[in-house]
């Protein structure tokens, strides 16, 4: 009875519990000791050292947030952008978003994708004159390129892509 209760304390050791312990585990009778100096998982000596190179990854596509957020980084981008008007009950929808990444992501940085939920942001999808989903908007220094509505296969979206990058 006694093993069971003292797995359990030990299986049940929380968080705050963790941080109570010593920083120095030297030796077993060192480690049962209290120490003032408690052992934080988050502390900055447990970052990762200045001296790795930080890299930035581009992200081959991103949410839409509001129409501020569109402006600044689809309008105002220096980047053409592919916009994927969308709507999560939209099956044809589930289906082109992967299909239209995997196609942005083959062009290697040459062409941002902005992800726009209907249900969201009505208010852009009716600027743009979206009345069905999926709707795909081609733009390119704030000015609309091209457009599509429905599914297409994969050789017809790598060509509306790369004819949006100017290839």
């Known amino acids: 009875m006694a093993h069971r209760l003292l797995v359990r304390r030990i299986w049940t050791l929380s968080v705050k519990d963790l941080r ?20 934080s998982f988050l502390s900055p000596k447990h970052t990762l050292p200045s001296s790795l ?79 069905a989903v999926p709707t795909v908007i081609a733009m390119r220094g704030g000015d609309v390129i091209d457009q599509f509505v429905g599914i297409k296969d994969d050789e017809a979206l790598e060509s509306f892509v790369s004819k949006l990058v100017g290839q």
């Open 20 to 39: 109570c312990l010593p920083a120095s585990t030297s030796s077993f009778s060192t480690s049962l000791r209290s120490s003032t100096t408690p052992l």
């Open 53 to 131: 190179p930080h890299t930035s990854r581009r992200e081959v596509s991103f949410n839409v947030q509001d129409h501020e957020d569109f402006t600044e980084r689809v309008i105002n981008s220096e980047l053409p952008v592919l916009i994927d008007f969308h709507a999560q009950w939209c099956g044809p929808c589930k289906i082109l978003g992967p299909r239209l990444e995997k196609a942005v992501a083959k062009q290697k940085g040459k062409v941002a994708m902005a992800k726009v939920d209907i249900d969201d942001h009505t208010d852009l999808a009716i600027e743009y004159g979206v009345s």
